[in-house]
């Protein structure tokens, strides 16, 4: 059987080539895989595009991928005003931005997972959000159609992992988490605790190990925001 | 511009929170609809959803008990109430997105006579912006309730004919609630429903772009029985 499980985050993120597109989960300082991105950025890939919520806080989470110019394109939801370093980019014309109303950020990365080739939706319609998409009436009510978003890496937190990849999350520290791992070629996963396999009770289980490739221990790393 | 006293934040919310029933399912936005928690009668209860999915939103952890595990939508550290439930964020916005929540409340820069809806960036602004779940929950909101400043910081009123910010969602708002008045949003336009103690329904229009639609008198915001 394949071996999952990697002894630290370094090795597990040594093969991310510059130019990747990578999904990462994580929303309001939880459930960012805090310990991966730190590794990619000692890594030293570059010219990456991120599929995030936000773009960090300060130095924190994604932050410092942008204060280091590792990131080059961006597709976001909401990056945020505590986002210094990919505001300041931002600004200077450094990065590309493609906003994404969250929800639908969801759907498109569900989509990609699933074998689905897009859907039509309400949110948008009439926003800037829908310049240059297609819009179709459905039901009289008008609808933008979003395409699926997929990436080549998957970079997200559970709580625990059995050596398979079946994953459990921690209260609000799921977010996006199980949505992105379904959706990109090399799911890696970090987690507090590795527990044998049949001790995760499989009613339990949220993400089954079928999209789960890398396992990585590492303490969690919370970047606590002041609001 | 009259200098009568207008409501307070506090008070605003105090007000939304008499559109909340007993079993109620709630989202509260950023700005004043997140001060709407605090008002809502002891007698019912009302499970507020969170966009990073919780449905059971209790009041803010208590200093040195924080989880960090645990947080709402402007990232602070919160409780769970009984019945409470933890999901991915793409559910979360199923239940927003798909009709399943009773109430909606948003802050808002501005709102149109037919319903139109802007709250996410002021142009002009420096960064990038943001749109968040604001898109996805004003479009499926079942009652969208609308919380905010009757004009801005400069005077401009936010109540207007037609949205000149960047839209969040095309006609969806039902009722706003600011300092100065309740208003629902009908087919006609809008209808002055309350207006603040001391105002009465001519001096609210003048801080007002949009027409009002006003039927008979105009009675005070209503406040909490409590």
Redesign the interface.
């Known amino acids: 059987m394949k071996q999952k499980l990697y002894q630290t985050v370094d090795a597990a993120v040594a093969d991310v080539p510059s130019g990747a597109r990578i999904f990462f989960g994580g929303?309001?300082?939880?459930?960012f895989p805090n310990n991966l991105i730190q590794a990619l950025d000692r890594q030293g890939a570059s010219g990456l595009t991120a599929i995030t919520?936000?773009c960090g806080s300060g130095d924190g989470e994604l932050g410092i991928l942008f204060k280091h110019g590792r990131i080059r394109s961006v597709i976001?939801?909401?990056?945020?005003?505590h986002a210094r370093h990919?505001?300041e980019l931002?600004?200077a014309g450094k990065i590309s931005?493609e906003?994404?109303?969250?929800?639908?950020l969801?759907?498109r990365?569900?989509a990609a997972g699933a074998g689905i080739y897009g859907f039509y939706?309400?949110?948008?319609?009439?926003?800037?959000?829908a310049e240059g998409r297609e819009e179709r009436v459905f039901g009289g009510r008008?609808t933008v159609f979003y395409e699926p978003l997929a990436a080549e890496f998957a970079f997200i937190k559970a709580w625990k992992a059995d050596e398979l990849g079946n994953l459990i999350?921690?209260?609000?520290?799921?977010?996006?988490?199980?949505?992105m791992a379904v959706a990109a070629k090399t799911t890696i996963v970090e987690v507090e605790e590795v527990v044998p396999v049949g001790s995760i009770d499989p009613e339990a289980v949220?993400t089954p190990f079928v999209f789960v490739h890398r396992i990585v221990r590492a303490k969690g790393i919370?970047n606590?925001?002041k609001? | 511009m009259s200098s009568k006293p207008k409501l307070t934040r506090e008070q605003v919310a105090a007000r939304a929170a008499l559109e909340l029933h007993d079993g109620d399912c709630v989202n509260l936005g950023w700005g004043i609809p997140n001060l709407v928690s605090n008002f809502v009668p002891s007698e019912i209860t009302v499970f507020f959803h969170?966009?990073?999915?919780?449905l059971g939103m209790g009041p803010r952890a208590k200093a040195g008990e924080e989880?960090?595990?645990?947080?709402?939508?402007?990232?602070?550290p919160v409780t769970v109430i009984p019945g409470a439930s933890?999901?991915?964020?793409?559910t979360?916005?199923?239940m927003?997105?798909g009709g399943h929540l009773d109430v909606s409340m948003l802050g808002g820069l501005q709102v149109a006579e037919n319903g139109?809806f802007a709250n996410w960036k002021i142009p002009g602004t420096?960064?990038?912006?943001?749109?968040?779940?604001?898109?996805?929950i004003a479009?499926?909101a079942r009652r969208l309730i609308v919380c905010m400043e009757h004009v801005t910081k400069e005077g401009a009123p936010k109540l207007v004919r037609r949205c000149t910010y960047?839209?969040?969602?095309?006609a969806c708002v039902h009722r706003v609630v600011t300092d100065l008045a309740v208003v629902d949003v009908t087919p006609e336009g809008f209808l002055l429903q309350e207006v603040a103690p001391g105002w009465t329904p001519q001096e609210v229009q003048q801080h007002t772009e949009a027409r009002f639609i006003v039927r008979g008198d105009v009675p005070e915001i209503k406040r909490s029985g409590r």
């Open positions: 929303f309001g300082g939880a459930g919520n936000n976001a939801s909401f990056p945020g005003p990919f505001q931002y600004t931005l906003l994404v109303p969250q929800g639908i969801c759907e990365i569900r939706a309400a949110v948008g319609a009439g926003t800037a959000v008008r999350y921690r209260k609000t520290a799921r977010n996006f988490n199980p949505l949220v919370h606590v925001v609001a | 969170s966009e990073n999915g919780i989880d960090y595990d645990v947080v709402d939508a402007m990232k602070v933890y999901f991915d964020q793409g979360a916005h199923l927003a997105r139109d420096k960064g990038s912006g943001g749109i968040g779940g604001a898109m996805d479009t499926g960047p839209l969040t969602a095309l």
